[in-house]
């Protein structure tokens, strides 16, 4: 919750926020922070993928071969619209193969 307490006891109107941790091997960990406004959902998810990619790419100068994505099996990511995502990676030949655990 934020604002901070601090020294007082309440606040009437907290700001909840979500944090989504995304961990690239052998490149750190990056936080996806969001509040209340953003729904913790599938949109999240794969806007966090392709923004992965994205890094990916810019890093590299070109996206990966085989992409390994593991997901807890939380309802926002076990679902078929990331699923699909997925898929439409190596049909549109981005990847040649992607890894889940899902």
Same mark, same amino acid.
């Given at each position: 919750?934020? =604002?901070?307490?601090?020294?007082?006891?309440?606040?009437?109107? =907290?700001?909840?926020?979500?944090?989504?941790?995304? *961990? /690239?091997?052998?490149? &750190? +960990? /990056?936080?996806?922070?969001?509040?209340?406004? %953003?729904?913790?959902?599938?949109?999240?998810?794969?806007?966090? +993928?392709?923004?992965?990619?994205?890094?990916?790419?810019?890093?590299? &100068? /070109?996206? =990966?071969?085989?992409?390994?994505?593991?997901?807890?099996?939380?309802?926002?990511?076990?679902?078929?619209?990331?699923?699909?995502?997925?898929?439409?990676?190596?049909?549109? *030949?981005? %990847? *040649?193969?992607?890894?889940?655990?899902?």
């Amino acid at each position: 919750m934020i =604002p901070k307490l601090s020294t007082q006891s309440q606040f009437s109107n =907290p700001l909840e926020q979500h944090i989504t941790a995304v *961990r /690239r091997h052998h490149h &750190g +960990i /990056r936080f996806y922070c969001t509040h209340n406004t %953003v729904h913790k959902s599938a949109h999240l998810t794969i806007y966090c +993928i392709l923004s992965e990619l994205e890094a990916y790419h810019e890093e590299n &100068g /070109r996206y =990966p071969e085989e992409f390994y994505i593991q997901l807890d099996g939380g309802y926002e990511n076990a679902n078929q619209h990331v699923l699909a995502l997925l898929e439409l990676l190596v049909v549109k *030949r981005i %990847v *040649r193969l992607v890894m889940s655990n899902n």
